[in-house]
């Protein structure tokens, strides 16, 4: 906990340097819709990823896989860039416990700037709504943290929602965005049996 204060300290000068950005970026609330999300010219599989979470292990597959997601990132190339000197090119498979401690410490932050970038696309209250249920087991300090740092970002969405479930609303938006990111690799053949549709459903409940 000492070494994660330590380093928000740091990261807070680039946080306030984002948010400036921003400001700057999006002076107008019309500016954060989908048209900032690359839609892999509607054809690349590697314009959406599925993260499937195996307790102290994860797997990644191409595409959109599921319905809807406990949490969501939109990473721009300069998050893409962090995570792959982080994970890749300066990843020691061999190293002690201090520099995997470090590594799962820095991709701690580089989450949370995944998971904001996502919410940004959302209403300003339902953006508040999800951070809060997502992190609500997590520590004081965190929570302060991302009060204090994520959501000091005011600038209001420009996607304009017709239903009481904004995320729903957006994911559904993301996948008709991208087309051919979309998979149906995983989906239940139309002969599936309702005792199999029945397991899979205590499945998702695990």
Not at 32 to 60: C, K, M, Q, Y
Not at 62 to 71: D, H, I, N
Not at 89 to 117: I, K, P, S, W
Request: overall charge negative; proline content about 2%.
């Amino acid at each position: 906990m000492v070494n994660w204060l330590e380093y928000w300290q740091r990261h807070e000068s680039y946080l306030a340097a984002k948010r400036d950005y921003l400001r700057q970026r999006f002076d107008d609330s019309g500016d954060i819709n989908l048209d900032l999300v690359w839609d892999g010219e509607r054809h690349n599989p590697n314009a959406a990823l599925t993260a499937f979470r195996h307790f102290d292990s994860a797997s990644v597959v191409e595409r959109l896989v599921g319905e809807r997601p406990q949490t969501a990132w939109l990473i721009s190339y300069n998050l893409f860039e962090r995570i792959h000197y982080l994970l890749v090119a300066g990843f020691d498979v061999y190293g002690n416990l201090g520099h995997q401690f470090n590594t799962r410490l820095y991709m701690d932050y580089l989450r949370m700037d995944g998971e904001f970038n996502f919410l940004m696309l959302l209403p300003r209250q339902e953006c508040e709504k999800k951070w809060r249920h997502w992190y609500r087991d997590a520590h004081d300090k965190v929570r302060e943290f991302i009060d204090q740092q994520q959501l000091s970002f005011d600038q209001e969405s420009g996607i304009n929602y017709l239903s009481d479930d904004p995320m729903q609303e957006l994911l559904a938006m993301l996948r008709r965005r991208l087309g051919g990111a979309d998979s149906s690799k995983y989906r239940l053949q139309p002969e599936s049996t309702d005792y199999v549709e029945r397991q899979l459903q205590r499945l998702t409940h695990l």
